[in-house]
């Protein structure tokens, strides 16, 4: 998304020592025409440039933040179940990630279809497992576990840690991104290396 710069410069200029105050025509012309002269300078770009697939823009951060957001809205009001449920919605560029545990296969199905219809979400992985909620403890544990797999990823020269998104629930790790095959494999590969995951579930839209 361009960026648009906008400068604008104000001046006053008198002239001291004089027994008259005269505006400077030849200074204001300038200063008019600075921006001119200079803004298309600084646009100037030497070589090819390409877009970064592998990053979202600002908008697409803000979308899957709104999506969050008025999914957790949707998802209480659909069902009455839903609001004691133990549900997680995880959005990564129009992507759709629902974990947690709900009390029938029913409300699993109620939950994704209160969201599918929402502005930008172009798919949902219905994750939700037929169960009971799990403990605060089981929720500390993969809070922790999401720590250490994220500290993996990132502290690996083979993988684009920045660029991965990490959920946990009840052991089981999930992993979202827009990568290439080859790092999606190579982040898969970490995190298998990471104590106290039980399952590698891979959420990512390949880039290539």
């Known amino acids: 998304m361009p960026l648009h710069l906008t400068i604008e410069l104000l001046y006053e200029f ?4 004089t027994t008259q105050r005269k505006p400077m025509k030849f200074f204001r012309y300038f200063l008019c025409l600075a921006p001119l002269l200079v803004l298309p300078a600084c646009s100037t770009v030497n070589g090819p440039t390409s877009e970064n697939y592998g990053k979202r823009t600002l908008g697409t951060v803000w979308d899957d933040q709104m999506i969050e957001s008025r999914g957790k809205a949707n998802i209480r009001a659909a069902n009455e179940q839903l609001k004691k449920a133990h549900v997680n919605i995880t959005a990564f560029n129009g992507m ?19 969201i599918k219809d929402l502005r930008k979400v172009r798919t949902v992985h219905n994750e939700l497992e037929v169960a009971g909620p799990t403990s605060m403890m ?16 990132l502290s690996s020269n083979d993988t684009e840690g920045n660029r991965v998104k990490v959920v946990t629930e009840n052991g089981v790790v999930y992993l979202m991104g827009l990568l290439t095959r080859t790092e999606a494999e190579a982040a898969v590969e970490k995190t298998r290396t990471v104590f106290g995951v039980q399952k590698i ?4 839209e390949y880039i290539n």
């Open 201 to 204: 579930v891979k959420v990512f």
């Open 96 to 114: 759709v990630l629902l974990t947690g545990q709900v009390a029938s296969d029913e409300i699993k199905s109620t939950a994704a279809a209160s």
């Open 14 to 17: 008198d002239m001291i020592g």
């Open 138 to 153: 089981a929720r500390t544990n993969d809070s922790w576990l999401t720590t250490k797999v994220k500290a993996a990823l």
